[in-house]
């Protein structure tokens, strides 16, 4: 059985060219439970879409964090 997944919109700073979304997309999906996530520099906005029982919003700041970025939880 599938589960279902929800979507966090996340605001993120420090994000300078489309290389800067890509590693962000790419650390980000490396965690536990990120079912895929989509950055986009124009806008300062990531959505992540995650198994809300293994990703909560604090692992996703986290990991974005760790890239180098600061990010901040807009909706679930």
């Given at each position: 059985?599938?589960?279902?997944?929800?979507?966090?919109?996340l605001t993120v700073?420090?994000?300078h060219c489309a290389s800067c979304g890509m590693l962000?997309?790419?650390t980000v999906e490396k965690v536990d439970g990120v079912?895929?996530?989509t950055t986009?520099?124009?806008t300062g906005m990531?959505?992540?879409a995650v198994d809300p029982g293994r990703c909560s919003?604090?692992?996703?700041?986290?990991?974005?964090g760790d890239a180098g970025?600061?990010?901040?939880?807009?909706r679930p």
């Open positions: 059985m599938a589960r279902s997944t929800v979507t966090y919109t700073q420090g994000m962000i997309d790419e079912v895929s996530s986009s520099v124009r990531a959505k992540v919003p604090a692992d996703v700041v986290a990991a974005i970025y600061t990010a901040r939880l807009e």
